[in-house]
C-alpha cells in the first residue's frame, strides 16, 4: 500500500535566469506564496540538532526573519536548548506541500538579544505567555493535571497584571551558510538549487541533481 503512494509534481519550476544573488529574497517570496497559498502552518519548519553524533527533530514556528537569519523562540532549559548549547550548527527544513517545495537550511545558531525576546514575548496571547511559564520544557510530568494545576495557580498569580517574560525563555537566531531550493518536478526530476554563502552579504548558487 504504502508503495503505491506517489505525487507527480508538476506546479512549478526553478530556473537559474530568474533567480535572485541573495537566497533571503527567494525564501521571502516563497512564504509569502505559501501564507496567500493558504498552506497549513507555512511558518513550521524542523530544526535538527545533534549532540554526539545523535540527531534530534522537532517543528518549531519561524517568527521573523532578520537581516538574514532565521528566529523562533522557545525556553533555555528545554532539551533543543541544551543541545545547542552544545553544538551550535543545526539544520532547518521548510516542507509547503500544496506547493510542491522544501527549503533546507543549515547554519549556526545564537540567542537574540533580551530586548527583542521581550518584545516578542509581548505580543503573545496571554495563554501563550502563562504556557511559557507553566512549562518545565522537557521535564517529565506526573500527569496532565500538574501541568494544569499550574496553568491555573499562575492564572491567579497574574490577575489583571501584565505577565513579564521569564528568565529562561526567549529567542534564538539561525545565520545560515547554506540554503537549498527544492521544486518538484515531473517524473522525480526535481530541480534543486544550492546556495552557499562566500562572504558576509555574498552568495553563488549551483544545481544539483535530484
Known amino acids: 500500500m504504502l508503495r503505491e503512494i506517489r505525487n507527480n509534481y508538476q506546479k512549478h519550476k526553478l ?3 530568474h533567480l535572485p544573488d541573495d537566497p533571503i529574497g527567494l525564501f521571502n517570496l516563497w512564504l509569502n506564496e ?4 493558504q498552506v497549513n502552518e507555512p511558518t513550521a519548519m ?4 545533534s549532540v554526539h553524533d545523535i540527531p534530534d527533530t522537532r517543528v518549531v514556528l519561524l517568527k521573523e526573519i ?15 536548548a541544551r543541545q545547542m548549547a552544545t553544538n551550535s550548527q543545526v539544520a532547518l527544513n521548510f516542507f509547503w506541500s ?3 517545495r522544501q527549503v533546507r537550511v543549515k547554519g549556526a545558531i545564537t540567542k537574540v538579544n533580551a530586548n527583542l525576546s521581550n518584545e516578542y514575548f509581548n505580543t503573545r496571547p496571554r495563554e501563550s505567555q502563562l504556557g511559557a511559564w507553566a512549562s518545565a520544557q522537557s521535564e ?3 500527569g496532565r493535571e500538574e501541568l494544569e494545576q499550574k496553568y491555573k495557580q499562575l492564572e491567579k498569580q497574574y490577575e489583571g497584571i501584565v505577565i513579564p517574560k521569564p528568565a529562561f525563555w526567549g529567542g534564538y537566531q539561525v545565520t545560515p551558510y547554506e540554503i537549498e531550493f527544492w521544486q518538484g518536478r515531473p517524473g522525480r526530476l526535481h530541480d534543486r538549487i544550492r546556495y552557499y554563502r562566500i ?8 544545481r544539483l541533481s535530484p
Open 98 to 100: 500544496e506547493l510542491e
Open 15 to 17: 530556473e537559474e535566469v
Open 66 to 80: 532578520d537581516n538574514g537569519n532565521f528566529l523562533f523562540y522557545t525556553n533555555y532549559n528545554s532539551a533543543k
Open 140 to 142: 517529565t510530568l506526573t
Open 34 to 37: 505559501a501564507i496567500q497559498g
Open 46 to 49: 524542523v530544526l535538527a540538532t
Open 199 to 206: 562572504a558576509q552579504h555574498d552568495w553563488e548558487f549551483k
